[in-house]
């Protein structure tokens, strides 16, 4: 008993080389995989960003006083505007945005600080390129919330009583940092293509090679195939999980708050349950063409666009929330945010953890049925 | 009355050891034997009850077009599709019930090249070595053996998908049968290689035999029909003809085993393909 207990052993343990053979030969692969978490957060981190900074701005500027000078100085100071130009008349305005000179115009009405000082009130006009609204909509939210600030201060100084003045804080994310948002999806996005891509292409190349016969014809027990075949991409989910939580936490400031271990153990849940997914892909798919085409369609579409990793679920239509509940990384981003950027505990995030678990079975019962099926 | 009836019973009694010790003699002799073995993949009938028997230590040809239900008829044997009705047994076990043990004791090469071409030579060698349990001690004794049989000491850690095709046949047929099988199982095995090392490649297919392991091999090259010590021939999903290259070729009064085939495969109905 305990001499065919190692020669299990030995057997599996030779076959779990091979699959290590396979990736670690396959050098340009391996790159694309353990580069993928680095390129894709550097592309979400710095060019995808929901921040707009550096805009460059002009200035016409018709009172040329001193709170004028205050509210320029206050821009000039700002990380999110540059001054480029300054005008002169009403219609360089256009022009400014005719010629993308500018992303935005402000406008100072001529007595603007005796106008400010003698009834309190003063108004400034903001002109924005509308013709990409997101872009306009944010850059009016900086430059109001610069002006309000410098308001904010001169009432400080006119100490006038019963001052009411609202304060926003923005819970968990107060600089409204895209990395918090995206780091999560990007997470989950990258686990669910290493993980459940490579895994059902890995299976089907044995097929189209013909060397999966040879396997299912040998004494080798099918599910210990399987779960060899998935050792090494489990270990690359994690390397890659350790990569972007490294680069979130050292490149980007994005502290993990929660506890560190509890995120690793709800990734490696994540990670069999991409690789169960892979797994009934290469039960249905008869190439390694097929296999990656339905790993895009059915996998990274859904968990980019439903997942609440670019648009928040809320704001979906009802029929589109409910396929986004059949999404495993939406349950996963929940978690890693509950636990990355609100340092919650595991007592927040069990029902999402059950969901997920219970997928993961899912997938392996609906495989191992397909599997026996393809073998009549 | 009584006396009879024991008597009766008795007759019945001697009949059925008889037919026991037939069958177990049967086994002892016969590597494959199949009793109307039946494929149904819904009305289409794949396998129509063929039955055969294959002896111990021998060479046998199992042909048939493409589509003829040559390739299901072997993959039931083998353990990789279910039969729908009808009896067979490999090496003695039962293709329903023992399949875990008919794997321990056959050898199987696919049509498609079946070795890992990113591994090299020896790390083939020793994966397929220790898929089929083999001791430390003696996988490496085998290999030995092996990789000096076909002259591969210098080349051993070569990646497999460096050598030329027939090598690559030779070295999958000896990887196959590096676990001793009593049966080796080869689907179409030198498709696609040149006329030299498909000779080359039945000497070591008839070395195999020699030391007792029986050849089922499945073929399209008539040339190599000749070679085995007796053939089947399907033709829609039936056994049309069986009987060794000579003694078909005296039936079918024809010169090859070309011949023959052209004469049975004209009757098949069913769509090349």
């Given at each position: 008993?305990?001499?065919?207990?190692?020669?299990?052993?030995?057997?599996?343990?030779?076959?779990v080389?091979?699959?290590?053979?396979?990736?670690?030969?396959?050098?340009?692969?391996?790159?694309?995989?353990l580069?993928?978490?680095?390129?894709?957060?550097?592309?979400?981190?710095?060019?995808?960003?929901?921040?707009?900074?550096?805009?460059?701005?002009?200035?016409?500027?018709?009172?040329k006083d001193?709170?004028?000078?205050?509210?320029?100085?206050?821009?000039?100071?700002?990380?999110?505007?540059?001054?480029?130009?300054?005008?002169?008349?009403?219609?360089?305005?256009?022009?400014?945005?005719?010629?993308?000179?500018?992303?935005?115009?402000?406008?100072?009405?001529?007595?603007?600080?005796?106008?400010?000082?003698?009834?309190?009130?003063?108004?400034?006009?903001?002109?924005?390129?509308?013709?990409?609204?997101?872009?306009?909509?944010?850059?009016?939210?900086?430059?109001?919330?610069?002006?309000?600030?410098y308001?904010?201060?001169?009432?400080?100084?006119?100490?006038?009583?019963?001052?009411?003045?609202?304060?926003?804080?923005?819970?968990?994310?107060?600089e409204?940092?895209?990395?918090?948002?995206?780091?999560?999806?990007v997470?989950?996005?990258?686990?669910?293509l290493?993980?459940?891509?490579?895994?059902?292409?890995?299976?089907?190349?044995?097929?189209?090679?013909?060397?999966m016969?040879?396997?299912?014809?040998?004494?080798?027990?099918?599910?210990?195939?399987?779960?060899?075949k998935?050792?090494?991409?489990?270990l690359?989910?994690?390397?890659?999980?350790?990569?972007?939580?490294?680069?979130?936490?050292?490149?980007?400031?994005?502290?993990?708050?929660?506890?560190?271990?509890?995120?690793?153990?709800?990734?490696?849940?994540?990670?069999?349950?991409?690789?169960?997914?892979?797994?009934?892909?290469?039960?249905?798919?008869?190439?390694?063409?097929?296999?990656?085409?339905?790993?895009?369609?059915?996998?990274?579409?859904?968990?980019?666009?439903?997942?609440?990793?670019?648009?928040?679920?809320?704001?979906?239509p009802?029929?589109?929330?409910?396929?986004?509940?059949?999404?495993?990384?939406?349950?996963?981003?929940?978690?890693?945010k509950?636990?990355?950027?609100?340092?919650?505990?595991?007592?927040?995030?069990?029902?999402?953890?059950?969901?997920?678990?219970?997928?993961?079975?899912?997938?392996?019962?609906?495989?191992?049925?397909?599997?026996?099926?393809?073998l009549? | 009355?009584?006396?009879?009836?024991?008597?009766?019973?008795?007759?019945?009694?001697?009949?059925?050891?008889?037919?026991?010790?037939?069958?177990?003699?049967?086994?002892?002799?016969?590597?494959?034997?199949?009793?109307?073995?039946?494929?149904?993949?819904g009305?289409?009938?794949?396998?129509?009850?063929?039955?055969?028997?294959?002896?111990?230590?021998?060479?046998?040809?199992?042909?048939?077009?493409?589509?003829?239900?040559?390739?299901?008829?072997?993959?039931?044997?083998?353990?990789?599709?279910?039969p729908?009705?009808?009896?067979?047994?490999?090496?003695?076990?039962?293709?329903?019930?023992?399949?875990?043990?008919?794997?321990?004791?056959?050898?199987?090469?696919?049509?498609?090249?079946?070795?890992?071409?990113?591994?090299?030579?020896?790390?083939n060698?020793?994966?397929?070595?220790?898929?089929?349990?083999?001791?430390?001690?003696?996988?490496?004794?085998?290999?030995?053996?092996?990789?000096?049989?076909?002259?591969?000491?210098?080349?051993?850690?070569?990646?497999?998908?460096?050598?030329?095709?027939?090598?690559?046949?030779?070295?999958?047929?000896?990887i196959?049968?590096?676990?001793?099988?009593?049966?080796?199982?080869?689907?179409?095995?030198?498709?696609?290689?040149?006329?030299?090392?498909?000779?080359?490649?039945?000497?070591?297919?008839y070395?195999?035999?020699?030391?007792?392991?029986?050849i089922?091999?499945?073929?399209?090259?008539?040339?190599?029909?000749?070679?085995?010590?007796?053939?089947?021939?399907?033709?829609?999903?039936?056994?049309?003809?069986?009987?060794?290259?000579?003694?078909?070729?005296?039936?079918?009064?024809?010169?090859?085993?070309?011949?023959?085939?052209?004469?049975?495969?004209?009757?098949?109905?069913?769509?090349?393909?």
């Open positions: 008993m305990a001499k065919s207990y190692q020669l299990k052993m030995k057997q599996f343990k030779e076959f080389r091979k699959e290590f053979y396979h990736i670690l030969r396959d050098r340009r692969s391996l790159l694309l995989l580069a993928m978490p680095i390129v894709l957060m550097i592309i979400f981190g710095f060019a995808i960003s929901n921040e707009i900074k550096n805009n460059s701005l002009a200035v016409y500027d018709m009172a001193q709170a004028s000078q205050k509210i320029i100085e206050a821009f000039k100071a700002s990380k999110y505007f540059n001054i480029s130009y300054n005008i002169y008349s009403e219609d360089e305005i256009e022009k400014m945005f005719r010629q993308n000179k500018a992303a935005l115009v402000i406008v100072i009405p001529s007595q603007f600080n005796s106008n400010l000082i003698a009834t309190n009130k003063a108004a400034i006009q903001i002109i924005a390129d509308a013709s990409d609204p997101n872009t306009a909509t944010s850059l009016i939210n900086y430059a109001t919330s610069i002006i309000t600030e308001q904010s201060s001169l009432n400080q100084q006119a100490n006038i009583p019963y001052q009411i003045q609202t304060e926003t804080r923005m819970l968990y994310n107060p409204l940092k895209s990395a918090y948002t995206f780091v999560p999806g997470m989950g996005l990258i686990l669910m290493i993980s459940a891509m490579m895994t059902s292409v890995a299976i089907v190349r044995e097929k189209e090679l013909g060397t016969e040879v396997l299912l014809v040998s004494p080798l027990n099918p599910v210990l195939i399987v779960i060899a998935a050792i090494p991409y489990f690359i989910g994690v390397i890659n999980v350790l990569t972007i939580i490294a680069l979130s936490v050292f490149a980007m400031g994005l502290p993990v708050e929660g506890n560190f271990f509890l995120l690793l153990a709800e990734s490696m849940l994540f990670i069999i349950s991409c690789l169960s997914l892979g797994l009934l892909i290469s039960t249905m798919a008869q190439s390694q063409q097929v296999a990656l085409l339905i790993s895009l369609l059915v996998l990274m579409l859904p968990t980019m666009l439903l997942s609440g990793f670019i648009f928040p679920v809320e704001n979906m009802k029929v589109l929330q409910w396929i986004s509940n059949i999404v495993p990384a939406t349950w996963y981003i929940l978690m890693i509950a636990i990355m950027l609100k340092g919650l505990g595991f007592a927040s995030v069990w029902k999402e953890n059950l969901v997920l678990i219970g997928m993961t079975i899912f997938f392996l019962a609906v495989s191992i049925k397909r599997f026996n099926i393809r009549d | 009355m009584k006396i009879v009836l024991w008597s009766t019973s008795i007759k019945a009694n001697s009949q059925w050891l008889i037919a026991v010790s037939r069958i177990q003699n049967n086994m002892e002799n016969k590597a494959i034997t199949t009793d109307k073995l039946t494929k149904r993949f009305d289409f009938i794949a396998v129509n009850e063929i039955s055969f028997e294959v002896d111990k230590g021998e060479i046998f040809g199992f042909l048939g077009a493409n589509g003829a239900g040559k390739t299901t008829a072997m993959r039931m044997l083998i353990g990789l599709s279910k729908t009705a009808g009896k067979a047994s490999v090496a003695g076990f039962d293709v329903y019930q023992q399949t875990e043990k008919i794997k321990k004791s056959i050898g199987y090469m696919s049509q498609k090249f079946s070795l890992y071409e990113d591994l090299s030579v020896q790390e060698i020793d994966l397929f070595g220790s898929i089929y349990g083999l001791q430390k001690n003696i996988l490496k004794q085998k290999s030995q053996q092996l990789l000096s049989n076909l002259k591969l000491e210098d080349d051993k850690n070569k990646l497999v998908q460096s050598l030329p095709l027939g090598w690559k046949q030779k070295l999958a047929f000896s196959a049968i590096i676990h001793n099988p009593q049966i080796v199982f080869l689907d179409e095995p030198t498709g696609g290689v040149d006329p030299i090392t498909r000779r080359q490649f039945w000497d070591m297919i070395a195999a035999s020699a030391n007792g392991i029986t089922f091999v499945t073929t399209h090259y008539m040339d190599e029909a000749e070679y085995c010590n007796r053939v089947s021939i399907m033709v829609d999903g039936k056994i049309e003809a069986l009987d060794s290259p000579n003694n078909l070729k005296k039936k079918f009064e024809a010169k090859s085993m070309d011949e023959v085939f052209q004469q049975l495969a004209r009757k098949a109905k069913r769509a090349d393909g």
